[in-house]
């Protein structure tokens, strides 16, 4: 099983580089399997991969659940 975790596109470079924001830590990772990802859109992303674009809805349900584990800081 694997896990992916939500997170927004803030930045998009060449060579299918973006930066997303995950609980407000940033990182680059890699959107070359969701090429037609826009800015501001949330992906799950997975050992460094947006591995699909998902609703923002979706994202903060996700988030919330997350918050409610203890994984993430409220």
């Not at 992916?4 to 070359?32: C, E, F, H, L, W």
């Not at 997975?46 to 994202?59: R, S, T, V, Y």
């Amino acid at each position: 099983m694997c896990l992916g975790v939500p997170g927004k596109i803030t930045q998009i470079a060449d060579n299918y580089v973006a930066t997303v924001d995950v609980n407000g830590n940033q990182m680059d990772i890699s959107i070359r399997l969701t090429p037609e990802v826009q800015l501001g859109e949330y992906v799950l992303v997975h050992a460094g991969f947006a591995m699909e674009i998902i609703d923002a809805a979706i994202a903060a349900e996700t988030i919330s659940y997350m918050e409610e584990m203890g994984w993430y800081d409220r």
